[in-house]
T-cell receptor, first 111, second 115 residues
């Protein structure tokens, strides 16, 4: 079955700097890759997603890149702000609603 | 439009008991998925229901079961509770299960503690 790895597990950046989180997946049939943000005590919320027919997608300060050949995708957050502090999860799906999640990255944005 | 709701929000049980958790999806959503979230294992997929049928199942023992009603509301049941079942149980709804391009909306979760 699918296996999703995520690195780093924790990440601290200075406010205004960029943050990059990387995920790799094992199932070449996976074709949908969402990213979720989970603040402390709250539910995961989708922040951006990418389909396998697209190499990059951007939404304001957030961007995601996908390399199908290497089976990895990355989340890029620019101009980080304290409210970006949260746990970020990547996920992969090859169909339906069966998502395999990465273990999460705890991002801390230091003022 | 109301979001995904889950009841109860908190639950304390003892080993050997059983528990039933409920999830009401966003109105019009027909797919409901369940996840177990623990600090050590992250978010793990339990199962997914669409039109009252289980379409996908994760790698969990048979003590974990679920069902979906005609109004798309879903319940999951855990029998013979073990200490390791203590976790946050999240459900997520999406519009349809026929395409994997549908965003999942998560509920607030039910935090289950097994003593």
């Amino acid at each position: 079955g699918e296996n999703v790895e995520q690195h780093p597990s924790t990440l601290s950046v200075q406010e205004g700097d960029s943050a990059v989180i990387k995920c790799t997946y094992s199932d070449s049939a996976s074709n949908y890759f969402p990213w979720y943000k989970q603040e402390l005590g709250k539910r995961p919320q989708l922040i951006i997603d990418i389909r396998s027919n697209v190499g990059e997608k951007k939404d304001q300060r957030i961007a995601v890149t996908l390399n199908k050949t290497a089976k990895h995708f990355s989340l890029h957050i620019t101009e980080t702000q304290p409210e970006d502090s949260a746990v970020y999860f990547c996920a992969a799906s090859s169909g339906g609603q069966n998502f395999v999640f990465g273990p999460g990255t705890r991002l801390s944005v230091l003022p | 439009k109301a979001g995904v709701t889950q009841t109860p929000r908190y639950l304390i049980k003892t080993r050997g008991q059983q528990v039933t958790l409920s999830c009401s999806p966003i109105s019009g959503h027909r797919s409901v998925s369940w996840y177990q979230q623990t600090p050590g294992q992250g978010l793990q997929f339990l199962f997914e229901y669409f039109s009252e049928t289980q379409r996908n199942k994760g790698n969990f023992p048979g003590r974990f079961s679920g069902r979906q009603f005609s109004n798309s509301r879903s319940e999951m049941n855990v029998s013979t509770l073990e200490l390791g079942d203590s976790a946050l149980y999240l459900c997520a709804s999406s519009l349809t299960a026929t395409s994997n391009y549908n965003e999942q909306f998560f509920g607030p979760g039910t935090r289950l503690t097994v003593l």
